[in-house]
């Protein structure tokens, strides 16, 4: 590597002619990658740069380049929303970009679907592993384009468009699109199909193939595209938008190059990722408490009762044990050990998965200061097993649905996270976990033929934008909170309702279903809709959930888990009739219990369990009702509320004044005159007061419960599913399964 002067010519420039590789310095980028590994095993630095010369010499040389870099990603990511056909773009804004080294690594990335920015780097660095220098070409003007998740992803609707940055005909780096697809040809609905089992119904694969030239895409792949989606024009004007996004990059990096020089361009980029590396430990030592965070989660997957094959339909729990060490250096560790078994559906996890899960993690909680790059993730280090759910053996497995556990892990983890901050006094820093995305709210996807007579295939994107995020330390949750998606927006609904054969019939809050505490989370919304001009729409929904039977606690302190997702289906309507006779019609969620398709709505109600399939045709004038839903927790007790709190949620409906009685231990009155509530502070004391002595009288010792939980371990008194996921990890494990059987005190070699 040249350390030299600024502006001269450095050994690896001198090599060219001997080596004629594309990569700086006339090296081969095979070259380049082993480098940087050797240097950073050596001396545990990006690239060996103990010393930062350039930094040290001009440091506001260096924040600038930065700056111009990142101007040039987010200029990017804006310019192909605002002229993108696919309303999951232009409304919400299911697309990122960010700009690698030669090598593959991050320098920066722009705001989005930030989950995909290091699995980018990750298809860049296989390509190189895979000689695509000699054997495919790496060319000015090529493009290359994956959703194969086998070499990195989170699911195949995820679509990497990747395209070489040259200066002066050596490599300089790389600029990479991500964008969300409507319908990649899958199985129904053709985006994110619960019945895939394997991957070979998953639709469309690109692994790493070279699909543009000279800046235009070869007829071959938009030929195969055109045949193989439902929706191509959407398609085919994604991946333009996205090359059109990489070009605009490559040509401002090439100005900032030409401005800066290509040698301070290629060691400052290194700089940049060495400082973010160093940053990224010194923000976790001054935040986070060091230590040992454990929490044990179960994932749930029900498949008999979906298309699955015969041999794969199979249901299962698997237990998934999760370990989060925060180290005195400030390095991050994950271990999963005694993960149990893959299985044959959509929903296992990889380690590609789980580093994008790390990435939305970080870079939304503690490296949010637009700095973010490789170094941050250099920082993490994952213990995955090999042939586990975390890890599975087979390239054959089905990835529709490989973001779920990633996404709820993060959630987790967040919550691991936030206690540590807790710990050490950073109470702004904190916040309940909220499973993060679409992976626990209702349908989530539509196919079938249009209100324009075509077919299509179609996820609900309303998602991230409708979900409430978890309680803080310091106040409650808000709405329109995706981690998976920071900038979150719910869209308009007339813009949907140009592509899916919908009517929106409204939006609006279910009472009572936040996750109540001192600081409750954030509501989320129950979107409905009608059914319009089509006789034949099928509704799909995500099967494998994660808190259908076991519950998910995602409160903090005493706070109390939100209502997760669901989904009302209402066949055979009467929706016209009452239209005729201009009736009420449904438009959301009234009292629990009560909603307004039940008492509104003459029809067949189907009202699937959580993430369950849904085996109905809809038609015109039918409706449907999908609650947006995560389950956010709650953070502290609820008997703790601030009374003027609960008054404001029972004036704007999020809360009924018998929740809040029985749960936060308010009492209040309505004024009919006032048209508002008043509280009752001296019975809210005495509420309080019985409530606590209630829970005294309720409390049994700790020993004693423990003595009662071995003894149903001991006589086997668990549900046979539970049985089969408690022994699978106890055959996977390593070091979990010692420690179950410690802590229970039971034989070396039990099992149920």
């Known amino acids: 590597m040249n350390t030299g002067a600024i502006g001269s010519k450095g050994p690896e420039m001198q090599q060219r002619s001997v080596n004629k590789g594309v990569g700086w310095g006339g090296k081969t980028l095979r070259e380049l990658w082993e480098e940087k590994e050797r240097l950073y095993r050596k001396t545990g630095c990006y690239y060996g740069l103990r010393d930062l010369p350039l930094w040290k010499e001009d440091p506001l040389k260096l924040e600038v380049l930065a700056s111009r870099l990142l101007a040039a990603a987010i200029a990017g990511r804006e310019t192909t929303r605002m002229i993108s056909a696919s309303p999951i773009v232009r409304e919400v804004s299911e697309l990122a970009v960010a700009i690698y080294t030669p090598e593959g690594d991050c320098i920066l990335q722009s705001t989005g679907i930030i989950i995909h920015i290091p699995l980018m780097g990750q298809v860049i660095e296989w390509m190189i592993n895979e000689n695509y220098e000699e054997e495919v070409g790496i060319n ?54 619960s019945g895939a089992t394997e991957r070979f119904v998953e639709g469309l694969r690109f692994s790493a193939e070279k699909t543009a030239v000279n800046d235009r895409h070869l007829k071959v792949f938009e030929r195969r ?18 090359l059109a996004a990489n070009v605009k990059v490559r040509n401002e990096v090439g100005k900032i190059i030409q401005e800066f020089g290509v040698e301070f361009y290629m060691e400052g980029t290194r700089e940049l990722i060495e400082m973010e590396r160093r940053a990224q430990l010194e923000r976790v030592r001054k935040r986070a408490v060091p230590g040992k965070f454990h929490s044990p989660t179960s994932f749930e997957i029900y498949l008999t009762r979906t298309i699955a094959p015969p041999h794969h339909a199979r249901d299962r729990i698997t237990l998934v044990p999760f370990d989060f060490h925060i180290k005195p250096d400030g ?23 789980l580093l994008g899960g790390a990435c939305l993690m970080l870079t939304q909680t503690i490296a949010y200061d637009g700095k973010a790059n490789q170094g941050t993730f250099l920082t993490l280090e994952m213990n995955t097993p090999y042939d586990t759910f975390v890890n599975p053996s087979s390239p ?45 709210s209702g349908v989530v996807g539509y196919a079938g033929k249009n209100q324009w007579g075509m077919d299509f295939g179609f996820p ?46 409204g939006r609006k809050f279910i009472p009572d279903a936040c996750g109540w505490g001192k600081y409750r989370s954030g509501p989320s919304i129950m979107a409905t809709y009608m059914v319009y001009k089509t006789d034949l729409l099928s509704l799909d929904t995500n099967p494998e959930g994660h808190c259908e039977r076991i519950g998910c606690n995602t409160g903090m302190f005493g706070g109390y888990p939100a209502l997760s997702g669901f989904a009302k289906v209402s066949v055979n309507a009467n929706t016209m009739e009452l239209i005729q006779q201009q009736q009420s019609l449904a438009h959301g969620e009234g009292y629990p219990g009560a909603g307004d398709i039940e008492e509104n709505i003459r029809g067949d109600l189907i009202i699937p369990r959580m993430n369950s399939y849904v085996k109905a045709i809809a038609k015109h004038g039918d409706v449907i009702q999908c609650y947006m839903g995560m389950g956010a927790g709650g953070t502290g007790d ?24 029985r749960i936060c231990c308010i009492d209040a009155r309505y004024g009919e005159m ?18 606590r002595k209630k829970r005294l009288a309720k409390g049994i010792p700790a020993k004693e419960w423990w003595q009662k939980r071995r003894q149903d371990i ?27 059987r410690a802590f229970w005190q039971l034989p070396e070699d039990f099992t149920f």
């Open 140 to 193: 000015e003007g090529d493009c290359f384009t994956s959703n194969d998740n086998y070499i990195a992803g989170m699911h195949p609707p995820d679509v990497y468009d990747i395209t070489p940055i040259f200066y002066e005909g050596e490599l300089a780096g790389w600029v990479g699109t991500v964008i969300m697809e409507a319908d990649v040809g899958a199985l129904a609905p053709g985006c994110m199909p």
């Open 225 to 242: 595209a055109r045949l193989g989606t439902r929706m191509p024009d959407l398609f085919l004007l994604d991946r333009k938008g996205a």
């Open 331 to 353: 390095r991050y560790y994950l271990d999963f050990d005694g993960a149990g078994s893959w299985g044959w559906h959509a929903a296992n996890a990889t380690p590609s998965a």
């Open 396 to 440: 054959n497995i089905a990835a529709s649905m490989l973001f779920s556990w990633p996404v709820i892990g993060g959630a987790i983890w967040m919550g691991l996270q936030s206690r540590a901050f807790f710990s050490r006094g950073f109470l702004e820093e904190f916040r309940a976990p909220a499973p993060m995305g679409f992976a626990t």
């Open 460 to 505: 609900i994107m309303e998602a991230p934008g409708c979900s409430g995020s978890g309680g803080f330390a310091i106040r409650d949750g808000i709405l329109s909170d995706a981690i998976i998606l920071p900038p979150s927006d719910m869209g308009n609904a007339e813009v949907w309702e140009l592509v899916l054969p919908l009517l929106w019939m």
């Open 638 to 661: 609820p008997v703790k509320r601030n009374s003027a709190l609960a008054k404001w949620d029972l004036d704007n409906g999020l809360l009924t004044i018998d929740r809040c009685r």
């Open 674 to 691: 006032a048209e508002e509530w008043a509280i009752d502070e001296k019975k809210t004391a005495e509420l309080r007061q019985k409530t």
């Open 714 to 740: 001991i006589d086997g008194n668990l549900p046979p599913l539970l049985k089969e996921m408690y022994n699978d990890s106890l055959a996977k494990g390593e070091r979990w399964p010692g420690e179950f």
